[in-house]
T-cell receptor, first 111, second 112 residues
Framework: QQPVQSPQAVILREGEDAVINCSSSKALYSVHWYRQKHGEAPVFLMILLKGGEQKGHEKISASFNEKKQQSSLYLTASQLSYSGTYFCGTETTSGTYKYIFGTGTRLKVLA | DAGITQSPRHKVTETGTPVTLRCHQTENHRYMYWYRQDPGHGLRLIHYSYGVKDTDKGEVSDGYSVSRSKTEDFLLTLESATSSQTSVYFC???????????FGPGTRLTVT
C-alpha cells in the first residue's frame, strides 16, 4: 500500500518555505526522499532511519516520527532549482530494503 | 554520477509480443530494482534483486519476470506485452543496502 503524500501540489515564491508530508499505514523502518525534474530520473535527497539517524542533502532537512508513521521534508528559503516532484519511499519491513513510493508532490517555485 | 545505463531508451511494440529491458551497472552494487512510473501513481516497484540469482517481487509484479545472472545486469521481461504496460521504466541500484538509490535514465515503453 502506497504511502500518502500531502500536499499533492504546491506553488511557492523564491525564498518561501514548504513542508511535504509522507504518511504510511504501516510501521516504518526507514524513509527515503527523492526529487525528480520533468523528463529526468529521480535524484536522492535524504534518508531517515529508525532511531533518528539522517543522511542527506545539506540544505534540506526532514523529520521521522516513528509513532505516527510519518515523515516530513522541510524546504527552507526555496530556490528556483527546487521545482520538481518530490517522492518519499518507505521501507515497511525491516531489512528487506524494499521501498514503496508515494504518489509524489509537485512543487513549483516562481521567481 | 553512478554508472547505470538502461537499454533500449525508447521502444514501441505490439500487444502480445515479448519485450526485454536491460539494466547495466558498473558500480558492483548488490541491490538492483525495477520500477514503473505512471501519471498519478508515482514510482511502483516491480521486482528487485539482492544478489546474483536472488530476486523478489514488488507491488506490481504480475506480467513481469526478471533475471540476474551477473552482478552488473538485471533484466526485466514482459512475456506478452499489454497496453496496460505502457509506461516509463526505471532501474535503480543501491549499496550498501538501505543507502540511497541511484536511478538509471529510464526506458519509455509504448505497447500498441
Amino acid at each position: 500500500q502506497q504511502p500518502v503524500q500531502s500536499p499533492q501540489a504546491v506553488i511557492l515564491r523564491e525564498g518561501e518555505d514548504a513542508v511535504i508530508n509522507c504518511s504510511s499505514s504501516k510501521a516504518l523502518y526507514s524513509v527515503h526522499w527523492y526529487r525528480q525534474k520533468h523528463g529526468e530520473a529521480p535524484v536522492f535527497l535524504m534518508i531517515l532511519l529508525k532511531g533518528g539517524e539522517q543522511k542527506g542533502h545539506e540544505k534540506i532537512s526532514a523529520s521521522f516520527n516513528e509513532k505516527k508513521q510519518q515523515s516530513s521534508l522541510y524546504l527552507t528559503a526555496s530556490q528556483l532549482s527546487y521545482s520538481g516532484t518530490y517522492f518519499c519511499g518507505t521501507e515497511t519491513t525491516s531489512g528487506t530494503y524494499k521501498y514503496i513510493f508515494g504518489t509524489g508532490t509537485r512543487l513549483k517555485v516562481l521567481a | 554520477d553512478a554508472g547505470i545505463t538502461q537499454s533500449p531508451r525508447h521502444k514501441v511494440t505490439e500487444t502480445g509480443t515479448p519485450v526485454t529491458l536491460r539494466c547495466h551497472q558498473t558500480e558492483n552494487h548488490r541491490y538492483m530494482y525495477w520500477y514503473r512510473q505512471d501519471p498519478g501513481h508515482g514510482l511502483r516497484l516491480i521486482h528487485y534483486s539482492y544478489g546474483v540469482k536472488d530476486t523478489d517481487k514488488g507491488e506490481v509484479s504480475d506480467g513481469y519476470s526478471v533475471s540476474r545472472s551477473k552482478t552488473e545486469d538485471f533484466l526485466l521481461t514482459l512475456e506478452s506485452a499489454t497496453s496496460s504496460q505502457t509506461s516509463v521504466y526505471f532501474c535503480a541500484i543501491s549499496a550498501p543496502p538501505g543507502y540511497e538509490q541511484y536511478f538509471g535514465p529510464g526506458t519509455r515503453l509504448t505497447v500498441t
